[in-house]
């Protein structure tokens, strides 16, 4: 199964149970990254894209600080976009669709803006994702969206996901997935092969707050066992060997649980270009 097709199917299910949490989780880049989708965009009436609205907390955001933006915004989870539409129901401004990005992009440009917040990491094929997207930019259209850097700099990921598999994991790589644009001179590549210029990556270290108040850390645990890497571990792994498992990656939470939060380093990349003039 393809991670879009995940994302489409049981995985957006899951993703829209928890999305309360995943938006705490990524608050701390949530606020950088619209600051400069606003800077990006024009100074008048213009229609922006949204790749992998999921739960619509950029959407909300994105809306709120640009008014004179007309947004659609797109999802493969039917699961998620319907908490979104529900989140933004008196918003006028918003369209949501739901399918690939990549097509609903082309059926409905041009766009002068295309944005995402951890969203674009899902192409099966991003070469020609990003190709797609430029196609669907007006000239001098502005790209910006984020993604997560190094694994090892986001330890909700890789420390619980060694602690699950019983062994340190290697970086996932580039297939599709969390981790897939973490390489900047990959992403670099794929943006600049794909007709985007004036490319531009900034680091940005926030914290992941995985759990709060009194079962912070039974409440994160609970949470990581069902979303992220240490998740897949456990649901590739036999169902008799999981709860030693999960054992192993209680102490790893409680490690970072303080003041009644689970508070876990993590880094991503917010990337921004322009797609050529004609």
């Not at 059926?107 to 190709?131: C, E, K, T």
């Not at 969206?145 to 340190?168: H, I, M, V, Y």
């Not at 054992?247 to 322009?274: C, H, N, T």
Request: hydrophobic letters at 50%; glycine letters at 8%; a negative charge.
């Amino acid at each position: 199964m393809s991670a879009a097709s995940d994302w489409a199917s049981a995985g957006g299910v899951v993703w829209a149970a928890r999305w309360r949490q995943t938006d705490r989780g990524l608050a701390g880049i949530e606020a950088p990254l619209v600051e400069r989708i606003r800077a990006a965009a024009p100074d008048r009436r213009f229609r922006a894209f949204e790749i992998g609205c999921g739960a619509g907390a950029t959407t909300a955001d994105v809306a709120a600080a640009l008014p004179n933006a007309t947004i659609v915004a797109a999802d493969v989870s039917a699961d998620l976009l319907e908490v979104a539409r529900q989140r933004l129901a008196r918003e006028s401004s918003v369209t949501f669709a739901v399918g690939d990005a990549e097509h609903i992009a082309a059926d409905n440009g041009p766009f002068d803006l295309i944005y995402s917040r951890h969203g674009v990491m899902f192409f099966d094929d991003p070469q020609r994702a990003f190709r797609t997207l430029a196609n669907a930019a007006t000239p001098g259209a502005k790209l910006v969206f984020s993604c997560f850097r190094d694994w090892q700099a986001n330890a909700w990921a890789s420390e619980l996901g060694s602690a699950a598999a019983d062994q340190p994991l290697p970086s996932p790589g580039r297939e599709a997935g969390g981790f897939a644009f973490a390489d900047p001179d990959y992403v670099r590549q794929l943006l600049s092969g794909a007709g985007w210029t004036a490319i531009a990556a900034e680091a940005v270290d926030f914290t992941y707050v995985a759990g709060a108040g009194r079962e912070a850390v039974a409440e994160a645990l609970d949470y990581l066992c069902t979303i992220g890497p240490a998740s897949a571990v456990l649901r590739q792994m036999d169902e008799a060997k999981r709860p030693a498992a999960v054992a192993r990656m209680k102490p790893v939470i409680e490690r970072y649980a303080k003041d009644g939060e689970v508070r876990f380093p993590a880094s991503a990349w917010i990337w921004s270009a322009a797609a050529l003039p004609q």
